[in-house]
């Protein structure tokens, strides 16, 4: 009765990426140094004394602070603190999923028919020499020069194209019932076709909804005074292994992971929408947009704020923590991770101080970022299709992206940061083979000579004959470089 249960539901670290975790924490340790104490020296949790109960406690943290990050991108595409309270109402009284829907409608319509006279790229030049023959008899050269251009009549003719997208959140599975607009936009620009009446584009086209659930993230929030993530990881479940192999970190992973997705997809489409800008070798008719280039756009200068830090505690943090847990929570924040627990005052997380300060200066750092792109692009209110607000989209997609990058790869170090220090315990990484050798060698131990179990392998034999072959039953080589030990006969009573 006493068998070890591996559940198939348990996820491997595969999606762990050592070289980009180390080269994100090393860009956020730099930053770090600036926004704290120069007294201060949050390093990697490897680097730091801690126990295993402290993993957990890191587990949580950057489950948490990746909550709130998601929280603030999500502010800044319009979920300000009313829909987010009505969101979570619906949520956590009325027991209601909440989905965010990102859709598009797109109509392309004739316009007019033109024809205009388009000029050659090439000019011919054409020189005549007249002489003449003054009052003196004197002969005077004279020379003229005539330049020409070949004109073509093109016949053009005049689509409008119009994009019409919507950002909203709605609970249940009615998008109609409910349903909270964040932001949403209509414009529209001219693309000019010649060689026939054609439409560049269909005449209507509804985008399939894309669509991502917030319940999760919701059902982690609290309200009591103010919203506060409250992740935890239930440590006496029989479903519990690690840090990393637990349901509660499965959920969280599948969020962020739906989250990237979503944003991948809202960004890709923004970007297609992008290309309809560029005339290429349209008429000189119709003047094109002026615009940056929406594929430059990303979240390089952004600070993410979910970083798996130890630092040694010392009455020093304490103390920063009590003189700054007033402004744990800031007006650029949505939601916060509240106030130290009593047990945490002495782990070598990081005080809770710390991690708001973290999420105000990705605060600071976004909106700095969206400032810039409003600088760059045209206003929202012009009929433009691409204008600040669709630039904004994109970086906001990017951002929410990285948080997840992040969170996924801090999570992932856990798991790796737990089985290197077990390999380091033991000496040498445990294969199956070397149960298999534990095993028989207990067993010699354990049973009489006459008792202990023996390869499965008998000759075959008539009586008074050599062998004439062998049965026996073998083990897949299926180990390291397939060496003989792992094709050896299973041993049996």
């Not at 860009?27 to 020296?41: M, V």
């Not at 969101?87 to 009325?94: N, T």
């Not at 207990?442 to 075959?460: G, Q, T």
Request: with cysteine; net charge negative; aromatic share 8%.
């Amino acid at each position: 009765d006493n068998c070890i249960n591996i559940s198939t539901t348990m996820l491997a670290t595969n999606d762990y990426n050592d070289y980009r975790f180390r080269q994100q924490v090393e860009s956020a340790l730099s930053k770090i140094e600036t926004i704290l104490d120069t007294t201060r020296n949050p390093r990697y949790a490897e680097e730091k004394d801690h126990t295993y109960n402290d993993k957990f406690g890191l587990a949580e943290f950057l489950t948490n602070t990746a909550m709130a990050a998601q929280a603030n991108a999500l502010e800044r595409l319009g979920m300000d603190n009313e829909i987010f309270h009505k969101l979570h109402s619906l949520s956590a009284k009325d027991k209601r999923s909440v989905t965010l829907r990102f859709i598009s409608e797109e109509s392309c319509d004739f316009v007019k028919e033109q024809t205009v006279d388009v000029e050659s790229k090439h000019e011919f030049i054409t020189e005549t020499e007249e002489v003449k023959t003054t009052e003196s008899e004197k002969e005077e050269k004279t020379k003229t020069t005539s330049r020409h251009k070949v004109v073509t009549k093109v016949k053009e003719y005049h689509w409008k194209v119009t994009v019409n997208y919507s950002l909203f959140a709605f609970p249940g599975n009615d998008p109609e019932s409910g349903k909270i607009v964040l932001q949403s936009r209509e414009a529209s620009t001219v693309i000019v076709t010649t060689g026939g009446k054609q439409s560049p584009r269909p005449s209507k086209f509804i985008k399939k909804p894309i669509d991502v659930s917030l319940t999760w993230l919701l059902q982690n929030i609290s309200d009591q005074d103010s919203f506060n993530c409250n992740f935890s990881i239930d440590r006496e479940a029989t479903s519990c292994r690690t840090p990393r192999q637990n349901e509660e970190i499965f959920a969280a992973i599948a969020f962020f992971n739906k989250m990237t997705g979503w944003s991948y997809k809202v960004r890709n489409y923004m970007e297609r929408v992008a290309s309809l800008t560029y005339t290429g070798g349209a008429s000189p008719s119709v003047e094109p947009e002026s615009h940056v280039d929406i594929h430059s756009i990303n979240d390089d200068g952004v600070f993410v704020p979910v970083l798996p830090l130890f630092e040694t505690p010392v009455e020093q943090s304490k103390k920063s923590n009590a003189l700054t847990s007033s402004d744990s929570i800031t007006p650029t924040m949505l939601i916060s991770l509240g106030k130290q627990k009593d047990n945490e005052e002495m782990s070598p997380l990081l005080p809770i101080a710390d991690i708001n300060k973290f999420l105000s200066e990705q605060c600071r750092s976004l909106s700095s970022a969206l400032k810039k792109l409003e600088d760059s692009f045209p206003p929202s209110s012009a009929q433009t299709l691409m204008s600040a607000a669709e630039a904004s989209l994109v970086l906001l997609s990017h951002h929410i992206s990285s948080i997840a990058e992040h969170y996924c790869n801090g999570v992932g170090y856990i798991e790796e940061m737990l089985r290197s220090q077990l390999v380091s315990a033991i000496g040498k990484e445990i294969q199956s083979e070397d149960f298999t050798e534990f095993i028989l060698f207990h067993n010699r131990k354990l049973f009489k000579n006459e008792f202990v179990p023996k390869p499965f392998c008998h000759a075959i034999r008539r009586p008074g004959h050599y062998p004439d072959g062998v049965l026996s039953i073998e083990r897949t080589g299926n180990g390291d470089f397939g060496t003989k030990k792992n094709t050896d006969p299973v041993v049996t009573f």
